[in-house]
């Protein structure tokens, strides 16, 4: 019937609109890229990135990473495996502001002070003792206490290897790529390392925790007296903050944490900050330990002097830019029934280049590809000195990508997407796909009560009723029949009953 097709077509049209409209949630791999030593290409690689004018560290192992892109400016041996010592704090109190809470309180257990060995950094807790996280934390930030580590991550997963077990997948998660920890504390162990770059990845995720912040910028807090101890003052370790402090402070430093093994040698891991630009800076394996803040100090300097950020898609309309070629198609489409496409690019997008360079010696070179690709219309290359420092999509649809240098350079390779993406795709699958199956079992209901109205109604027109007046006619006259039957059989019974 035709009813039936019109129902059955609305249901499709209906269908093929919500696949439309609702998101997709297309998984994207990210891209880092190769590093070539050309000005502005600072970048996650597996090559050094040293400038021929970087100063000379000490350091066997260093990086620079910009908080807020991730974008490298210096790297030495940052992919080398090394011994964190107690930096390594950095992660245990990353996991303990992201899974705990610091008004809680704290028992330091008989298995913590098992595992404690008195001849290292040490303040002093004993079993029993009770303290609040907040305490422990500046116990293990400050003064590098390894039994309040302990103490923090038996609080948080019940046990040290099940700790150890957290920092391993929030390491794998953040993207490491040379790390295994088997403690909260750094205290030695061959199956304990990472490497500069996935050290910065660790510090850049505590960045931006206000609690972590304050942590390390605190040049001292005090303990308040507990069930087993009088009141404790705390002292930090790293020197760049004490402002007074000759040739080891940096004004610009906002914090860091030390770190010291006879294997490791000196480490540190700090933050700098300056004209809206913030740095993370480790430095592995220096000897002395003093040369673990002048090379911070050095690299700092050099990356804050020498680089600059440049958003050359500021402000940018790029249907505007090819306005002639727009107008053309207008002209040549001008009778049809719809609008022309639109492009759009990442206004954010940002990359490093070197000081010395402006920005309108930075060229922008436009390559639309002849059909559209997911969505991706073509990329637009930005040139300098004949040289491609850093690459944009030109896209078919609003981008919603945050400022990064690294969203392709030369020599590109694709690596493994995050788990979280992987999980907020087949979340929105699963979403998508409920959504379209109630709507579809709704219009289906809506279509069986429809039809089968329409069945009732052509099966009322089929059924021949005999006619009502007709029907009551005869009823009137064997009536009247059945009264003379009644009446003739009285008269017999009184004509009997005379005679």
């Known amino acids: 019937m035709n009813i039936n097709k019109r129902i059955i077509t609305y249901i499709l049209i209906v269908s093929i609109i919500l696949c439309t409209l609702l998101p997709s ?46 974008d490298i400016l210096y790297e030495k041996a940052a992919f080398t495996e090394r011994y964190p010592a107690s930096i390594t704090k950095v992660l245990t109190c990353l996991l303990a502001v992201e899974n705990g809470n610091v008004n809680d309180t704290i028992t330091v257990s008989e298995a913590v002070m098992d595992q404690v060995d008195k001849e290292s950094s040490y303040i002093g807790l004993v079993e029993g003792e009770q303290l609040t996280l907040r305490d422990a934390l500046y116990g293990m930030m400050l003064n590098s206490g390894n039994e309040c580590a302990l103490a923090i991550a038996e609080y948080i997963a019940g046990s040290t290897s099940a700790f150890a077990d957290m920092m391993n997948e929030t390491a794998r998660k953040l993207g490491c790529k040379a790390s295994h920890f088997v403690n909260p504390n750094g205290i030695h162990s061959e199956d304990h390392y990472t490497c500069a770059y996935d050290m910065a990845l660790i510090g850049r995720a505590a960045y931006q925790y206000p609690e972590f912040k304050k942590l390390i910028s605190s040049q001292s807090y005090e303990i308040p007296e ?49 004209d809206g630009r913030r740095f993370v800076t480790v430095v592995l394996k220096c000897n002395p330990t003093t040369e673990s803040y002048l090379d911070t100090i050095k690299l700092d300097e050099f990356c804050f002097k020498n680089y600059k950020l440049c958003k050359p898609m500021f402000g940018y309309d790029i249907n505007q830019t090819n306005r002639e070629d727009i107008l053309i198609l207008d002209n040549f489409y001008n009778d049809l029934n719809h609008d022309l496409v639109k492009y759009y690019v990442n206004q954010n997008y940002s990359f490093y280049t070197r000081s010395y360079i402006a920005d309108d010696q930075i060229l922008k070179r436009l390559n639309f590809y002849s059909v559209p690709r997911d969505g991706v219309a073509g990329r637009i290359e930005f040139v300098y000195n004949d040289e491609v420092i850093g690459e944009t999509d030109i896209t078919t649809y609003i981008p919603t990508i945050s400022a990064t240098s690294t969203d ?23 979403i998508k796909t409920l959504i379209i199956l109630i709507i579809i079992v709704l219009l289906l209901i809506i279509y069986i009560k429809i039809h089968k109205w329409s069945l009732m109604r052509e099966t009322k027109r089929n059924i021949r009723y005999y006619p009502y007046k007709r029907d009551a006619r005869r009823n009137k006259e064997l009536q009247k029949e059945l009264q003379k039957q009644e009446e003739q059989s009285k008269q017999e019974q009184t004509k009997d009953g005379r005679s």
Do not use: H
């Open 25 to 70: 949630g297309t998984c994207q791999a990210a891209e880092t890229l190769g590093a070539v030593n050309i000005p502005g290409n600072a970048s996650a690689t597996d090559a050094d990135f040293v400038p021929s004018d970087a100063p000379e560290i000490n350091a066997e192992s260093a990086i620079v990473m910009d908080l807020d892109t991730g």
């Open 226 to 274: 507990t069930n087993m101890n009088e009141a404790r003052s705390l002292w930090q370790e790293n020197r760049l903050i004490y402002k007074g402090n000759g040739e080891y402070y940096y004004e610009y430093c906002t914090g860091g944490k030390t770190g010291f093994t006879q294997n490791s040698l000196a480490t540190l891991i700090s933050f700098a900050e300056r």
């Open 408 to 430: 392709a350079l030369k020599n590109k390779k694709v690596v493994e997407e995050e788990p979280t993406s992987k999980v907020t795709y087949y979340i929105w699958l699963v």
